[in-house]
């Protein structure tokens, strides 16, 4: 991997100058951070198995919120991540608290994207939320495909990278090829503001879920930690 991005930065340097592949190197390294930062903590591994454990062997309501209570304790300890949340979703979501684990998967969302097992729990902890038989996500949901669709480290790299397509395309332009530097920055601004606003986005809701106060089994609350900003 790492000689093919040398290769990738060297043909970039000697076809187009120094600006673009300084950039390029640059979205590189961030977005490598970012995709760090994502992965799961070792340091929580037999924490995160234990929940597993509990959750697998849960067969009635309190079982469930046992489990529940141990995967909030891994976010409390700072742990993110899709398959994190969308499990303390489900423990939240069997154990009748309905309200947090509506919040869960929206925060499973925002880490791995949305996908079929996510939607339907959503949906069904939404209905018993609401008293109601089933209940539908809103419309604008697929319309915004790629903010609901595409997990937050990606749209972030994606969105580093349309930045700095924007900057090459004002260095080709600089060095004479004005065509291709217009269609460029003329791309990479859409690009941009599509996936610039969807992890502003996101960033502002995690932000707010990190300061959320939410029942634990006992019916008492507790404050989660504001949590860093990986998505």
Request: proline letters at 3%.
């Amino acid at each position: 991997m790492l000689k093919k991005t040398t290769h990738i930065m060297k043909t970039v340097h000697n076809k187009y100058g120094e600006i673009p592949s300084l950039l390029l190197a640059a979205t590189i390294l961030v977005c490598s951070a970012v995709v760090l930062n994502a992965a799961v903590d070792q340091s929580h591994s037999f924490a995160w198995r234990e929940a597993n454990m509990r959750m697998s062997g849960a067969s009635t309501v309190d079982d469930f919120a046992g489990a529940a209570d141990v995967y909030r304790e891994l976010v409390g300890d700072g742990l993110r991540n899709g398959p994190l949340f969308y499990n303390l979703g489900t423990a939240l979501l069997l154990s009748e608290q309905y309200a947090a684990a509506e919040q869960s998967f929206y925060r499973s969302e925002r880490y791995m994207g949305s996908n079929e097992d996510i939607r339907r729990n959503l949906e069904l902890a939404l209905a018993r939320s609401n008293d109601s038989e089933s209940v539908t996500l809103p419309w604008y949901r697929a319309f915004l495909f790629w903010h609901y669709g595409l997990p937050g480290n990606l749209r972030t790299c994606i969105a580093l990278a349309a930045f700095s397509l924007v900057w090459i395309g004002f260095a080709f332009r600089i060095m004479g090829l004005d065509t291709w530097g217009r269609h460029v920055m003329a791309a990479a601004i859409v690009v941009l503001i599509l996936f610039g606003s969807s992890v502003a986005s996101t960033l502002y809701a995690e932000n707010g879920a990190g300061r959320a106060v939410l029942p634990d089994a006992t019916g008492l609350t507790r404050s989660v930690p504001e949590e860093g900003n990986q998505s």
